[in-house]
């Protein structure tokens, strides 16, 4: 029989959204290095959250813990989900790279997939 609250847990998911155009053309960063961001703004969003009921339960759920990596185009709408984030108090972080002063990823804070979910349908999963 399943704990209670298992349930839950289990439909709790980290989102990471980076910039697919770092790793193309005229960027043409490492593939090591885009792959720094998404972890950057994951940590960083953890960090910062790690008070709130939903992150310490997806820390506890240690290898059945699931992040969703999606690709924005480019900052610049990066930089408009993060607004559409801010603007329907959806917890998040935006990893600025520096000294580039680069916005390049943002993470949520754990969450059960359906409250955030219509924030991101329209970005694909990252290739």
Same mark, same amino acid.
């Given at each position: 029989m399943a704990a209670p609250g298992a349930g839950? %847990? %289990? $439909?709790?998911?980290?989102?990471?959204?980076?910039?697919?155009?770092?790793? !193309? /053309? /005229? !960027?043409?960063?490492?593939?090591?290095? =885009? =792959?720094?961001?998404?972890? @950057?703004?994951?940590? $960083? %969003?953890? @960090? $910062?959250? !790690?008070q709130h009921p939903d992150t310490r339960t997806y820390l506890e759920m240690g290898g059945a813990m699931r992040t969703v990596v999606l690709e924005a185009p480019d900052e610049a709408a990066l930089t408009a989900l993060a607004e559409t984030l801010k603007q329907h108090s959806i917890d998040h972080q935006v990893w600025t790279e520096q000294p580039e002063d680069v916005a390049t990823c943002l993470a949520l804070r754990p969450y059960p997939k359906d409250q955030v979910h219509q924030h991101l349908k329209k970005f694909k999963l990252l290739k």
């Open positions: 839950a %847990a %289990a $439909a709790l998911v980290q989102y990471v959204v980076l910039r697919g155009d770092l790793g !193309r /053309p /005229p !960027r043409s960063w490492p593939l090591g290095a =885009v =792959v720094a961001q998404g972890c @950057h703004a994951a940590l $960083a %969003a953890v @960090h $910062a959250y !790690r």
